[in-house]
């Protein structure tokens, strides 16, 4: 990452979008904004309204095309409030803490976590194309836990000494950061194991980074022989554009179920007429809705936090306004639970 490329008035920069088609996504995520005054320079967010941390152990991190769909100089943008530090980040809240969800002692082996039934996650890598700064596994133990190619093996041994699993979820940070040829080799040991049916990946990628979804990519899953189902992670309408729908568009052709789950954020999301835009479009891009997820009470994440009658109260809105099939089920995850706690 080079930190003094001003994106405004390089040469590099002007018409990025022409160069953009030549840009491998690799390139796209190394050039990405790693820092906060960078993308406010970027944005035209002044030093005024800054009330902004550059927090070391959870950094900024946002692509350049992600940041494009956010509206210049406005400080309140839903895109931009999901990823831009604040000190709000340093209140101490009493009931949020490191490992919210029970992930950890869920964990089978090095990257395996087994806590519903019928279903495995592997945790295929620590980091993200982007930073959520809500997001539940912040404080996570990444690097102790991801799934290295050479512990493949174990994780493949343990699904196969488990007749009862029937599908396998690669989960992250964001597997599809990881190259085709690992996430195809991987793929591959799954599908030899006779009792898994359905393999799914949980990715914010297809949203914040569609580059990635290349042709070659999605021919290579097309030819897997379980089935595919592909959970993204989009918040809000703005956040689906042409590169999306494109994105979308080469996963259908793959024969991949698209579905999406939505985190419930104050001031992004928290009204009725947000997500109803939000899921209607979803559904034009041929992605349906899975879950709309109460916030998981991660360490700093408090000031993101609609409580649960809130929440209720949007869903029976939204309920009033969209066919059912468009509507997200609200649901909590309770650490030692063993399922999600489906609220409405
Ligand atoms: C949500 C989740 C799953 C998948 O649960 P579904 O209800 O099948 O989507 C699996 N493992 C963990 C740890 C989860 O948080
Ligand atoms: S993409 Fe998902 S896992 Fe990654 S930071 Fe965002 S919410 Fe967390």
Known sequence: MEQSIDRNSDPQYIGKNLLQNIKTWQQELAEGFSNTDEICNYLNISQADKNFISPSDFPLKVPVEFADRMEKGNINDP??????PSKDEDVATLGFTDDPVGDISSLKETGVIHKYQGRVLLIMTGS?????????????PYNDIQLSTKKHL?????IQNHPNVSEV?????????LNDQKILSLMRQIESI??????????????????????????????????????VHSNHANELNNSVQLACIKLKKANITLLNQSVLLKGIND????????????FTFSIMPYYLHLLDKATGTAHFEVNQQQAVDIMNQIKKSLPGYLVPKLVR????????????
């Open 333 to 344: 995850e309770q650490a030692g639970a063993c399922n999600k706690i489906v609220i409405a």
């Open 194 to 231: 006779p009792h898994i049916k359905r393999i799914r990946i949980h990715s914010r990628i297809p949203i914040v980074l569609p580059s990635r979804i290349t042709e070659e990519f999605c021919s290579k899953l097309s030819t897997i022989k379980k089935d595919l189902i592909l959970v």
């Open 79 to 84: 895109l931009l409030k999901q990823i831009l």
């Open 128 to 140: 993200c194309a982007i930073n959520c700064r809500y997001c539940f596994r912040r404080n996570f």
């Open 154 to 158: 174990n994780a493949i041994k343990y």
């Open 169 to 177: 979820i690669l989960s992250g940070g964001d597997p599809l950061l």
């Open 271 to 282: 009204n009725a007429q947000q997500l109803c835009a939000l899921h209607e479009k979803l």
